[in-house]
């Protein structure tokens, strides 16, 4: 009898781990020998189970993610008007578990709210002596808060009553807050135009003053971002350029850019001429000046105000304001290595060279690959983008609503985008509209994609919170 349960047991379990081994097949993972082997699986020994994305990878995931993006709905609506002490909301921002969301308020609060039940948690009012500006997770239990007080706030979510610590060293607002992991370090930028870095576990006085390092001091500056893994520092600015820092080394960062900042400047980019001037290289810290916009605007009429960068790190996604009062675009540039460049003026030659930049001119391709329309409502305020986890989406202000675009109509991820045999990537193709939600009173601001649900969350200017999951 003993026997027999036992056999049932292990049955069990084989049929289990096959299910598990055809699960994993099914959505193109690698399996390990030992789980092939207990299925009964004939398979050559020593070797993994992969899959060729161009052949074998079957669809399923993503047709189960596309249909549930296109049902997304609006579920919950909470208030968080002046009525109520908050005003506006300026930045949303989940904990990388999911677990909770943080919204950044106008009149000096930040709100958590249970993600699932979509319900206030806990209000932190007085977080600072001005608006809170913008929320950046350090773990699933940290997180960061940059305001127009110029200080940045540290917080643990298991008790908000009062911040971990307080940051000073910034002259004007503090705009984007990131958290560089391969040092732990924060880096911070605001329109003071700097670029600082930060050691949150040292300090220099007994007054627990902290240390700070500024990286680089760029005019104009509108935000900062890092990409995941550490490799990159995206600047966006409002006299229309982005630059890219290749190869990110922080250490050496601040002399490596020591001069760097008078030669940053726009250069010409025409339809019939694809180059972006003088190109340099150097093996750490490689900067590299990006330019190129829709209809070849003139880049000096642009300014970028808002910038996320890709899951994976392959493009950067910004929002930018013409000077047509009624036009904005939404664009989508590459950012990989394949043309990593520094893009100066002839004039930097000798001081780039003695600075470990060599190989003076070469023709690379434009950066911009997708771009669309957007309106202009909410004029003076600035309307932050959001992507899904896995990059396919990408969220806009839309009015009194939001609106989901896509790189194709079959929401495919870019690594999947098939080209015609003459190109690598697209250039300047139009962003799909998968759908458009209007559930506002008032102009949005920002968004967030919750990092492992399909969910989205949306705030505008009233201090409305709209949570949207899929209604099916």
């Known amino acids: 009898m003993t026997s027999n349960l036992g056999l049932g047991q292990q049955n069990k379990t084989d049929n289990f781990k096959a299910i598990e081994w055809l699960r994993a097949r099914e959505i193109g993972l690698a399996v390990p020998m ?34 549930l993006y296109q049902k997304l709905s609006n579920t919950s609506v909470k208030d968080t008007s002046y009525e109520r002490g908050f005003g506006s909301i300026f930045n949303l921002e989940f904990s990388p578990d999911g677990r909770v969301l943080v919204a950044a308020c106008e009149r000096r609060a930040m709100i958590l709210f249970d993600p699932l039940t979509a319900r206030p948690i806990c209000n932190v009012k007085n977080a600072h002596t001005d608006c809170v500006n913008c929320v950046t997770f350090f773990d699933d239990r940290t997180f960061a808060s940059g305001s127009d007080d110029n200080t940045i706030a540290l917080w643990d979510i298991r008790n908000t009553k009062s911040k971990v610590r307080s940051f000073e060293g910034h002259t004007n607002w503090v705009k984007s807050i990131e ?37 680089l001091n760029f005019r104009t500056l509108m935000r900062m971002r890092l990409t995941a893994d550490g490799t990159k520092m995206l600047l966006s600015s409002a006299s229309g350029l982005y630059v890219v820092i290749h190869d990110l080394n922080l250490e050496h960062l601040m002399e490596d850019m020591e001069g760097i900042e008078d030669f940053i400047r726009p250069v010409p ?87 470990g ?32 986890p896995d990059g396919r989406l990408i969220c806009s202000s839309f009015g009194y609503g939001v609106r ?13 985008i098939k080209h015609s045999n003459s190109e690598v990537s697209p250039r300047r193709a139009k962003l799909h509209e998968v759908t458009t939600m209007s559930n506002h009173r008032q102009t949005v601001l920002t968004s967030a994609f919750s990092p492992n649900q399909c969910l989205l969350v949306s705030g505008c200017l009233n201090g409305r919170v709209v949570f949207y999951n899929p209604r099916l």
């Open 269 to 355: 980019f025409f339809q019939e001429e694809l180059e972006h001037g003088h190109i340099f290289y150097r093996k750490r810290n490689r900067v590299e000046v990006v330019n190129d916009f829709p209809n070849y605007h003139t880049s000096e009429y642009l300014c970028i105000s808002s910038l996320i960068v890709h899951p994976q790190g392959w493009n950067m996604i910004s929002r930018m304001s013409t000077d047509d009062d009624n036009l904005e675009y939404t664009c989508v540039h590459d950012i990989q290595d394949n043309y990593s460049t520094i893009a100066l003026h002839e004039e930097g030659k000798e001081f780039f060279e003695c600075h």
């Open 404 to 416: 989901l675009l896509a790189f194709n109509t079959g929401l495919s991820e870019l690594c999947d």
């Open 179 to 215: 958290f560089h992991r391969p040092t732990n370090q924060m880096v911070s930028s605001g329109f003071d135009g700097s670029v600082l870095l930060w050691d949150i576990n040292k300090y220099v006085t007994d007054d627990n003053v902290p240390i700070y390092d500024e990286l």
């Open 357 to 388: 930049y060599h190989k003076p001119f070469k023709v690379i391709h434009s950066r911009l690959l997708y771009y669309i329309d957007e309106p202009s409502d909410g004029k003076g305020y600035i309307k932050e983008l959001s992507v899904s």
């Open 34 to 67: 030992s789980t092939a082997a207990s299925t009964g699986v004939s398979r050559p020994r020593n070797k993994l189970l992969s899959y060729d994305p161009g052949r074998h990878r079957p669809r399923t995931t993503d047709s189960i993610l596309r249909k």
